[in-house]
C-alpha cells in the first residue's frame, strides 16, 4: 500500500531547469528521511541529495552541488529536487525513496521506499 510517485521528468536542452515533484502515501512520511538517486544506462545507481526528516538538513552529491536543491513539504507527503543549469551527464531515470530511521543515508540499500523512476533528458 506505501507508494512514491514521482513526476516532473522530461526531456530539456543543457541549460534549462527541470522540478521533480516525489508524492507518497500510505505511512506518514514526515518523520521519515529522504533522498533522490539516479541511474543512467550501463551505470550503477548514485546518490544525488537527501534530506532530513524535519527540512532542516541536507546533502548534495558533489555533481549537483550548486545546482540542485532539495526539499519537502511535510504537510503534502512531498519531496521536490529542483534542478538547474542541466548537463547532459544529468540524463538518468531519478528516483525518490524514504527511510525508517533517525538520519539520512547515502546507501541506497538503506532505504526502505522508493518510486518507479521519472526520466530525464538534457539534450546538447
Known amino acids: 500500500q506505501a507508494q512514491l510517485v514521482e513526476s516532473g521528468g522530461g526531456l530539456v536542452q543543457a541549460g534549462g531547469s527541470l522540478r521533480l515533484s516525489c508524492a507518497a502515501s500510505g505511512p506518514t512520511f514526515s518523520t521519515y528521511p529522504m533522498g533522490w538517486f539516479r541511474q543512467a544506462p550501463e551505470k550503477e545507481r548514485e546518490f544525488v541529495a537527501v534530506i532530513s526528516w524535519g527540512g532542516h538538513r541536507t546533502d548534495y552529491a558533489d555533481s549537483v552541488k550548486g545546482r540542485f536543491t532539495i526539499s519537502r513539504d511535510n504537510a503534502k507527503n512531498t519531496m521536490y529536487l529542483q534542478m538547474n543549469s542541466l548537463k547532459p551527464e544529468d540524463t538518468a531515470v531519478y528516483y525518490c525513496?524514504?527511510?525508517?530511521?533517525?538520519?539520512?543515508?547515502?546507501?541506497?540499500?538503506?532505504?526502505?521506499?522508493w518510486g518507479q523512476g521519472t526520466q530525464v533528458t538534457v539534450s546538447s
Open positions: 525513496a524514504a527511510r525508517r530511521g533517525d538520519s539520512y543515508s547515502y546507501s541506497a540499500r538503506s532505504y526502505d521506499y
